[in-house]
């Protein structure tokens, strides 16, 4: 017979008191909305051009990974929670503008923390990321900085479904060194990473279809931005891109 220890038959009962508290009072904040007004929000979510799951009044996952996105890119408050409030501000929302112009690329803000798709006619869709914190951290006993990097990259190499040296990265796409945009169960609200570029693992297979090999990643902040049309207007240049960062 094995004897469980005492205190840490508290912490768990504790911690499960905790999980049913919050399970409790995020289904009592969206006890008050009508499935209307969810399927409503969910419908403006998608409208905006965020990653959104089915419209079908139930806020699930998806929806809530859609609405956090939505709180990153107006500066709201990141609640992740769906209110009348929220649903006043989607009404009154607009479409993310991608900040480098209308070509099939993908756009990384780490400032808002969202990962824009654009297509040839400008048209986004917007996920919640989380890139590096910029601390200092061990790996394989030497020590680096958590750093995502900016700049303009191509996507190099991919990997389908999960990689098998480095657990925890799901459909990655690799656009300079060891750092690639990846899916991940853990995508807080804030940087999380050692550098990578880690988006929810529900949308990590479809956005490794967008991702195609060779596709224009920028990744930018308010201080550091730099355009690619000079590569969309000279392919030549891209390919150079993508032909130097394969060596690396």
Not at 84 to 108: K, N, T
Request: glycine share 8%; hydrophobic share 40%.
């Amino acid at each position: 017979m094995v004897l469980m220890d005492p205190c840490y038959r508290e912490n768990g009962m504790k911690l499960l008191l905790t999980i049913c508290v919050l399970l409790f009072a995020t289904q009592s904040s969206y006890a008050s909305l009508t499935s209307v007004q969810i399927r409503e929000a969910e419908r403006r979510l998608s409208e905006l051009g965020y990653w959104t799951g089915a419209v079908d009044g139930r806020f699930d996952t998806v929806s809530r990974s859609a609405l956090i996105s939505f709180q990153k890119w107006e500066g709201r408050p990141i609640t992740g929670r769906l209110t009348l409030e929220e649903i006043e501000a989607l009404r009154g929302g607009s479409m993310p503008a991608p900040r480098d112009g209308s070509y099939e690329h993908a756009e990384v803000d780490v400032d808002r923390q969202v990962l824009l798709l654009v297509d040839d006619e400008g048209s986004v869709r917007v996920l919640p990321v989380s890139t590096g914190t910029d601390k200092p951290f061990v790996y394989d006993g030497e020590t680096s900085i958590a750093y995502t990097p900016r700049g303009r990259f191509v996507v190099y190499d991919k990997t389908m479904g999960w990689e098998d040296n480095l657990p925890g990265m799901y459909y990655p796409n690799y656009i300079s060194g060891g750092i690639a945009i990846h899916g991940s169960y853990s995508v807080p609200a804030q940087p999380a990473s050692h550098g990578c570029i880690r988006i929810p693992v529900f949308a990590a297979r479809e956005v490794s279809k967008r991702l195609k090999l060779g596709t224009i990643v920028l990744v930018y902040d308010k201080v550091s931005f730099v355009s690619a049309r000079s590569w969309v207007e000279n392919p030549k240049l891209k390919e150079a891109a993508l032909a130097n960062s394969a060596l690396h």
